[in-house]
């Protein structure tokens, strides 16, 4: 087999396996939200369809594949169909970047344990995510529903709000690892559970914490979808596969989230004591991401069966007024820090403005000179 | 080989959907192509490897700048374009003037030029930071985000008056 060829083939059974790893995690954890939030308010949950009830996502699955799909009269028919597949694809897109261990090796190859590994990983999340709006704000608008557009504004607003706040949560720790590439930021962790970012890093955790639970509209985030107020918010005219696909977005939306965090600032799949990293020469790096992962996304039903939905102006509020300027105070005594601990001056790399960049920059300064 | 696959497919759904945003009546649909167009542009910056460019054109064109143009689109539900106006001979004759003009420009562009691999630029999130901050650079750079800042503060300005 030629070079390329390999390649090929080791990216496309990486994606083959998160795709189904994806699609394995999406389908329990609409069990797991069931059941988990049953306990807690003190019913029984799913429970009749296999043991423990264990095969009622294959239920579900059943039955939404068989169910009418109903294009609603007045509905914008092209955007209606492409929103679910716009969703979905900026949630798959997203997770692509995210490392889920250290390299391995596999047959004589060093392989790392994610998709595709760009030196601005971080970045790409924060792209991608960026573009996920598109999929909820067609769904909101091309239903022709008052509901569904309100759901559809609201949610788009929201995701705004605490993009910024989410993206400013990730300077600190960008600036602690000093590289944008995800296994560069979880290998300065490294050394044990204190030295991980979110002791560091606070501030910038609990801002995470706050505004990746807004971004993925989950409880006390959810007004996008306050059942009370707007039925079922941006997918209310949704049935059949479509909805379910566009669940999915949303749960791996959820797992996107609670992966980044578990790199960003719980250490990766680092062991919390480093002589728990390898047990009798085998790497536990994997569990120990799987581990981190599923504990964030049990906090996230968690908080869903323990907080009470926030109101809209509180939201806005809260966004805007406490989460963006804590996270920019964050930010500033962080790179302070940085920058003193340092000490000296970063190390300088030779410029050469003809290579790249404008013509004339004299030209340009000129003017920006006499303003300073 | 796989690259120059990847660039022609990009190209050819950029230069479509660019078409489209051209063509299309439907206000809407033009500014769903101009997404499409966007990403595109972003995928072949990536191509050409640049990583930090094709973010940076996804974070700010395609996310941050055509969702207000969709937001204002969908709220003020504006109507697709009906048929241009009849008798307006002068009007066309002067467009099909100007695209004629169009259209020899950009035929000599690409007589002249020659097919050549783009030479490799290092455009990494660190070079680029080095070269914004240098001297060359850096007072420009803090004048365009003194002049971001006035405009925030002129748009909230405006809001207010409002209410």
Known sequence: ?372 | MIDAVLFYAFAALALGSALVVVGQRNPLYSAFALIVTLVSLSAIFALLGSPFIAVLQLVVYAGAIMVLFLFVLMLLNVKPEGDPPAGKGVLRTAAFLLVAVLVAEVGTVLWRATARVPPVFDASPRRVAHLLFSPQYVYVFEATSILILAALVGAVALARKET
């Open chain 1, 1 to 372: 087999m030629t070079p390329l060829m390999e390649e090929l083939l080791i990216a496309v059974v990486k994606v083959l396996v998160i795709f189904s790893v994806l699609l394995t995690l999406f389908s329990l954890m609409t069990y797991a939200e069931r059941r988990l939030l049953a306990f807690m308010q003190f019913r029984l949950g799913p429970n009749r369809t296999g043991p423990y009830g264990i095969l009622q996502p294959v239920a579900d699955g059943i039955k939404l594949f068989f169910k009418e799909e109903v294009v609603p009269e007045g509905a914008n028919r092209w955007i209606f169909v492409a929103a679910p597949g716009v969703a979905l694809v900026t949630a798959f897109l997203a997770i692509a970047v995210v490392p889920y261990g250290g390299p391995v090796t596999v047959f004589g190859r060093e392989v790392s344990l994610q998709i595709a590994d760009p030196d601005v990983g971080v970045l790409f999340i924060f792209a991608v995510s960026s573009l996920g709006v598109y999929g909820i704000v067609m769904a909101g608008w091309a239903a022709n529903n008052k509901y569904a557009l309100i759901g559809g504004l609201r949610s788009a607003a929201q995701m705004f709000s605490y993009e910024l706040s989410l993206g400013l949560s990730w300077v600190g720790v960008i600036l602690l690892a000093g590289s944008f590439r995800l296994p560069d930021i979880v290998e300065a962790q490294a050394g044990g559970f204190w030295r991980w970012n979110w002791i560091q890093q606070i501030v910038a955790f609990l801002v995470y914490t706050v505004a990746a639970t807004a971004e993925v509209n989950r409880t006390p985030f959810d007004l996008p979808e306050a059942e009370t107020e707007l039925v079922a918010g941006f997918h209310t005219e949704y049935s059949s596969m479509r909805f379910a696909l566009l669940q999915m977005a949303e749960y791996v939306n959820m797992i996107t989230v609670a992966a980044l965090g578990t790199n960003l600032f719980l250490g990766g799949w680092l062991a919390p004591f480093t002589s728990l990293q390898s047990l009798g020469g085998i790497d536990l790096g994997l569990l120990w991401f799987a581990a981190k992962m599923l504990s964030v996304l049990f906090f996230f039903i968690w908080l869903r069966g323990t907080l009470p939905r926030f109101r809209y102006d509180q939201l806005m509020q809260f966004g805007w007024k406490v989460l963006v300027p804590v996270a920019v105070l964050n930010i500033l005594v962080t790179a302070a820090v940085v920058v003193l601990l340092a000490g000296s001056e970063p190390e300088a790399e030779p410029v050469a403005p003809t290579e790249v960049g404008l013509r004339s920059p004299v030209l340009l300064a000129g003017p920006a000179g006499a303003l300073g």
